[in-house]
């Protein structure tokens, strides 16, 4: 979706401000949010791909003046919602109107193994790649109205395909469908000139991970 | 002379509503999933003292400092980067990580322009800033700029590689060895590198009257 989120060349955001000596979290509610996220994940009832396309509805005007752990906590309730662990009343109360009958609750032994496989995306299909290092390729000019990784600045640009990663999960269906649709994926060089025109330096580059979906050749 | 006690342009005032913001919510919403039987409290506690605690930009420095002494291993973490951190013990293991070498001629420097995709497993949760709109939107067509704002600014005949996160796999910078450290140790060298080194927008420096 043409969404907020999707900012890479936006103007007017104002200057990167570092904070030195910055603890983890900013508050408790932060770190009990970022918990309950990835702890509610564990019943496998959405993908991390369904995860980020619930936090990119925000609405938004919300969505900008938002903090990261409100968009985690908008993405955490809407997904809770949709794919039936809590009622809308439930979430509206705080009243548990039954115990959940699904999935055991992510428990301490299981937390290290979590956190390490849940962004686990490659896949052992044997599906041959459409390009290799080298080719030309232009970005795809699609603007789907669900979930999708290529960025609008990316889109129609013309690059170079620079390294082949092998086989990994859709992300742009996995979000939608579930349907991990087994591809290459590949990181693409587009010349910074490419992407913002001739004021950019001539040297410089972005590189963009991206899918055979995404992909046409040059 | 304004009326204080006049509400009509606070008509949902901050204390008629006991359950609002953030902290609330999530207060309210994590003793309703424990109640339903969805998360452990105990299991919550222990993913926060992962990344408080045991999993930081530590265990990134660690990686660079071994990469800086041992060039055999830098060519491993440069072939296959998951594989070479799981090397040192780390939590590494399972995430995809691909290494990008910095060199007198080249930078890298790592953005995520669609949401905040960061490598965890050797830099912990990220800063507010990477996160932040303005290096979100910045980082991809004023990259310069923003290393010149940062203190990081970069000569003309250099070439800068950014690099955005758009899939599941995550970059880690490998910053040049800096000059002057002939001869530390690899503990001493892990504590020159920063986490803003490792995402790129910063340099490995020898501190400024540093004895060693």
Known sequence: MNGVHD???????????????????????EARAYAITVAAAFHRKWNIDMSRYSRERMPPARYLAASYYERWLFGLETLLVEQGLVTATELETGCAEARS????ALGVPGVAAFLR?????????????????????????????????????????????????????????????????????????????????????????????????????? | MSDHHHHDDDPIGEHDRPLSGPALRVKALESLLVEKGLVDPAALDELIDTFENRVGPRNGARVVARAWVDPAYKQRLLANGGAAIAELGLAGRGEEIVVLENTPKVRNMVVCTLCSCYPWSV???????????????????????????????????????VWDSTAELRYLVLPERPAGTEGWSEGQLAEIVTRDAMIGVAQAAVPAGSGR
């Open chain 1, 117 to 218: 496989d849940r962004l686990k995306a490659r896949l052992d299909d044997d599906v041959p790649p459409k390009f290799k290092p080298g080719d030309r390729v232009v970005a795809r000019n699609i603007h789907p109205v669900g979930h999708t990784r290529l960025p609008r600045y990316a889109r129609g640009r013309r690059g170079v395909i620079d390294r082949d990663h092998g086989v990994f999960t859709f992300a742009d269906t996995n979000a939608m469908s579930r349907d991990k649709k087994p591809q290459h994926l590949y990181s693409v060089r587009f010349a910074a000139r490419e992407l913002w025109g001739p004021d950019a330096s001539a040297r410089d580059s972005v590189f963009v991970l991206l899918w055979d979906d995404h992909l046409e050749p040059a």
């Open chain 1, 101 to 104: 009958g699904g999935t055991r």
């Open chain 2, 123 to 161: 830099l912990g949760l990220p800063p507010v800033w990477y996160k932040s709109a303005p290096y979100r939107s910045r980082a991809v067509i004023d990259p310069r700029g923003v290393l010149k704002e940062l203190g990081g600014e970069i000569p003309d005949d250099v070439e800068l590689r």
């Open chain 1, 7 to 29: 900012m890479g060349g936006m103007h007017g955001m104002g200057p990167v401000v570092i904070e030195m000596d910055e603890p983890v979290f900013h508050s408790e509610w």
